[in-house]
């Protein structure tokens, strides 16, 4: 099975910290996307790589940054935590090509609050 | 630009009542449509997806959904639901972007209240 593994499930951060959420998949794939997560307002891509130090900005990327130096691995980083990016943070990957339309695989899910 | 309404944030409903939550699409080009269900506490669940073929699409726990092109509408059903049914669903749809790579765009959520 394929297995997107999300390192943190629950973090506590303080305004002004620099935070990393670190995310790994199993299955080579080309594509990972970083989304948040909250109530009213569903899941909205942050940033998003379809190769190894490639990335690009999704639809919400003010206040990230984003880091893909192996294939498997897609870290977000939040420069300087502040409250308004308490949330829940999903991780997901797909294949290459036509394949990665048809299927997404997701993370547990990194519940963040910054205090 | 590719996106997708769920005019409905809450739907409360009877147990073995019927239900609906509707989504609809914008998009210029050909999509793949899917719903997704979130238990609380829990990730996203993949309930069923439209790529091709039938229009009607059949997914786990008994939940079936139907692609309107016309409409542009991918409208989730469920003949009869479960107290365990309630939990929040999501429709999404993917397409492929300009500088190559695909992307999930989803919906606000529908949370599905079943009450005894």
């Known amino acids: 099975d394929v297995k997107v593994t999300q390192s943190s499930r629950y973090l506590v951060k303080r305004t002004g910290e620099k935070v990393f959420l670190e995310c790994v998949q199993d299955?080579?794939?080309?594509?990972m996307f970083w989304y948040r997560q909250d109530p009213g307002l569903g899941l909205r891509l942050i940033y998003f790589?379809?190769?190894?130090?490639?990335?690009e900005k999704g639809d919400i990327p003010e206040g990230y940054s984003v880091s893909r130096e192996k294939k498997e691995r897609f870290s977000l980083i939040l420069e300087s935590a502040s409250t308004n990016q308490t949330s829940m943070y999903l991780c997901a990957s797909s294949p290459g090509g036509s394949g990665g339309l048809r299927t997404i695989y997701f993370g547990e899910g990194s519940w963040l609050t910054v205090v | 630009a590719q996106s997708v309404t769920q005019l409905d944030s809450q739907v409360p409903v009877f147990e073995e009542a019927p239900v609906e939550l509707r989504c609809n699409y914008s998009s210029s080009v050909s999509v793949y449509l899917f719903w997704y269900v979130q238990y609380p506490n829990q990730g996203l669940q993949l309930l069923l997806k439209y790529l091709s073929g039938s229009t009607l699409v059949k997914g786990i726990n008994g939940f079936e959904a139907e692609f309107n092109k016309s409409q542009t509408s991918f409208h989730l059903r469920k003949p009869s639901v479960h107290i365990s049914d309630t939990a929040e669903y999501f429709c999404a749809v993917s397409h492929i972007l300009t500088g190559g790579g695909n992307k999930l765009t989803f919906g606000t959520g529908t949370q599905l209240k079943v009450e005894l």
């Open positions: 299955m080579d794939h080309e594509n």
């Open positions: 790589s379809y190769d190894v130090k490639m990335k």
